[in-house]
């Protein structure tokens, strides 16, 4: 579906509306946050969403949120049942 005159010229050139650019900015915090991620690898998310739909930035922002969520929530079960030292 084309939704903007210059995807007449460039099917794939992106509609930078407000939205795009607000869940742009999440996903780049999203990323940026993911401490499970390299540096190399944050770049390469970083590249990769430019290239995605406002929707798929949208669910990007998600898994990276999970993904940490999930590290966390595993690393503080490994805490409570890590032996105490006397």
């Known amino acids: 579906m084309i939704s903007a005159p210059a995807q007449l010229v460039d099917p794939g050139a992106l ?20 401490g499970f991620l390299s540096d190399q690898e944050k770049k ?16 990007g922002e998600r898994l990276l949120t999970k993904e940490g969520l999930r590290r ?13 030292e006397r």
């Not at 509609?15 to 993911?34: L, P």
């Open 15 to 34: 509609v930078y509306d407000d939205k795009r650019r607000e869940q742009q900015s999440r996903y780049q915090d999203a990323v940026n946050r993911a």
């Open 44 to 59: 390469n998310w970083l590249m990769l969403g430019h290239s995605l739909t406002t929707e798929q930035l949208s669910m």
């Open 72 to 84: 966390l929530r595993t690393q503080q079960q490994l805490e409570r049942i890590k032996p105490k």
